[in-house]
């Protein structure tokens, strides 16, 4: 980046960065929300640090009306102040006639706003309870930079201060906070109650947290001294004993690996009927979208338990780091993202060795490297300006592809060394801001290892290598390049610190080793001849692998030496060569059919993704030779683990059991499959634990592909009376598979008129999207209702519904999708936009190289 462009930038982040001439150190908030006019009144008092005399404060306010501002210096004199506001700054200017003293002071805001319905900011939620009638709650989501929308405030990261909060609300309604109540009484408004919360512990506004409603909470169980309670909405209570027990080991778990007790007093995990993310990491008070923290464990699928371990050991991962210890603005976001994912992985790992958390872990660092293959990627740690840029970095490179680079630089250095290093960064910066550096400098001292020499390739750089494996007398030879699908002018030569962790067995045995791979080739002596070699052995290295015909010839034929890991990333990285034009799709289902014995669960969610691909490339009239070759591929491990449980299974094969019948039935779309979950579906549907959760799951979505009027009228109704949030979901998203164009027709209704919550209805617009019947109608539609998603859905929706353009894999409408997304900018949108048009065109030239052949190499 040359100096002109730094420069510019920096100016640029001075429009949306506060003066650094005011700091806050407490916030004294007391609010009262009016649940049905949608108002909320406020009153706070700020204790600030005043640096310099000045006669002007400006801090942040969006949506605010303010009424009256005072301040009172240490001498006890006080100012009134003239209020203006800067709306595209999203900043409110106090003017005072005089300059105010340097030093300790108080000021004084009156406020009014809105409880919007955009889920963001201080917002309402509705529901129906059992009775019919419908509910409103308010909530709060200030992630990254919406408490402006609550309470004037300096709302930046680094800006940490105590809040004490006071919420006067409706005397039958449960108010929840941060910190544990201390005190409830009558308010002098009749027929309400005042609500003080203890004050919180130094942190940034983002955290800070409300929320009124009806509720119902859970016993207290104790981490430690810890009380931790679910609450949800009432009727909801029964499905909150799985995320209770999580949620509890989880906190254990992370106060014995950080080495620092729990920071907050209390711990509340509370489930939102309308939330536009997972999940938010309030201190004390955490906030969940339903399906991520509610659940019915014994009619759930393994899928919809673990997301829920997931995100709920996510959130309380960020306790300490993002809430405890945080980034000091924007740009180090991965600092608690990518560690959270990590950390995440770490406890559901600990908690359920039997879901080889790590292992189904490939799939998404998968997903992450897709992106990071792209021209269009971007850095892990890159600049934020505005609060749409920070909006925009919340995405796989963030969390994905952070928490994949920490894996594996935990596995080269050591899980105990790594875990110290940790350790020591939060102790170090325990209720401050920290920068990516600091985190180096706690694992360089725990170490003695130049971590950040090797790290800052990967921090700080977009893109991931590609390393080619050939042979080399007694021995192998490595070099490396940077991966792209679209290499026609990209430089490739951009060098990486790379940790190889190989595997080679040779006729003197078998070794395993480690190095850093510092230069663009390599060469590795071993101790005899090569009869077959793995690199990146244990499958934990954020880079691709490509090996010389001959020692993948060697290595397909000792499958069964390869750990699961390593056999997905075999499959992944070649299925990525294909897609980047260097290796032959014929070559690719070739080698994939010496997996039909696979038994497991990642590695054919690979082969089954990359064949799901190919239906959607390959012309309609041959989709039926690849059904046939797809039921081919998964007739003997289908064969093997038939409908029902066995006493064979594991923990997962239950999950590979829905998978591959699902496979079968959609993407095979095979007759008996589909005629066989009728008769499951309605054994089911009588008996909701009569069949496992997996099986029914598959069950729902092969019926809605192979589904008519009468089935599509079916899963409408059980979407609308779903009694649990699973249920709900399940059968929303079903909708947008049927494979007539009528019914897609009417689910695409469905996104606009109000049926779907708004926090749905991004995604499945961006489902029926890749319905290959009905994707030119879904394309039209999407044009003609942009205006709608944007005035209905969360801002941040908008870039990941707009995903589904990706599966538009056609010539000529690519070229309408540029030119649509050319003239409707994405707010929040970054390089996403940018990500999603790239992709699409990887997909148009696979199909345009390559369907033909697949046609050929099936027939």
Known sequence: MSNHTTAVMEAESQTYRLPRTVWPEKYEICLTPDLKNFTFDGNETVHVVVEKPTDEIQLNAAELKIDKVVFEGADGAAHEAKISYDETAERAIFKFAKQIPAGKGKLAVKFSGILNDKLHGFYRSTYKNDAGEEKTLATTQFESTDARRAFPCWDEPEHKAVFGVTLIVDEKLTAISNAAVVSEKPSKISGKKEVVFADSIKMS????????????GTEPVFAGSTPIRIWAVPGKERLTKFAQDIAVFSTNFFADYYGIAYPGDKMDLIAIPDFASGAMENLGAITFRETALLVEEKTASHAELERIADVVAHEIAHM??????????????????????????????????????????GVSRATASTVDGLKSTRPIEFPVISPDDAGAMFDVLTYEKGASVLRMLEQYLGADVFRKGVSLYLKKHEYANAETTDLWDGIEEASKEPVRQMMDTWIFNPGYPLISVTPSGNGITLTQQRFFYLAEGADTKQLFHVPIMYKAKTDKGTITKKFIMDKDKMSIELPGKVEWVVVNEGGHG????????????????NLKELSAIERFNLVNDTWASVLAGHTKAADYLKMIKLFVEEEDKNVWAIIIASLSHMARVIDASERPKLQAFVVKQLTAIMNKLGWSAKPTDNELSGQLRGMVINALGTVGNDKEIQAEAAKVYDKYIKDRTSVDANVAQAVVYVLAYAGDQKRYDQFTEEFKKAATPQ??????????????PDLAKETM??????EVRTQNAPYLMQRILGNVVARQEAWEFFQKNWD????????????RMSEGVTYLVDPVIEKQVIEFFKNHKVKQGGKTIDQHLEKLHVAVLFKQREASNIASAIS
């Open 205 to 216: 506004t983002y955290l800070v947290a409300f929320i009124v409603g009806e509720f119902v």
């Open 788 to 799: 709608k998603f944007i005035e209905q859905y969360p801002q941040n929706t908008i870039p």
């Open 320 to 361: 300490w780091f993002g809430d405890l210890v945080t980034m000091k603005w924007w740009n180090g976001l991965w600092l608690n993202e990518a560690f959270a994912t990590f950390a995440e992985m770490l406890a559901v790992d600990k908690w359920k060795p039997n879901w080889k958390r790590w292992d189904s872990f």
């Open 727 to 740: 249920d709900e979901v399940r059968f929303l998203f079903a909708l947008a598979d049927f494979q007539n």
């Open 749 to 754: 209704e469905m996104t606009v008129n109000g």
């Open 542 to 557: 954020f880079y691709r692998v490509a090996y010389a015909p001959e020692l993948l010839v060697k290595l397909t034929e």
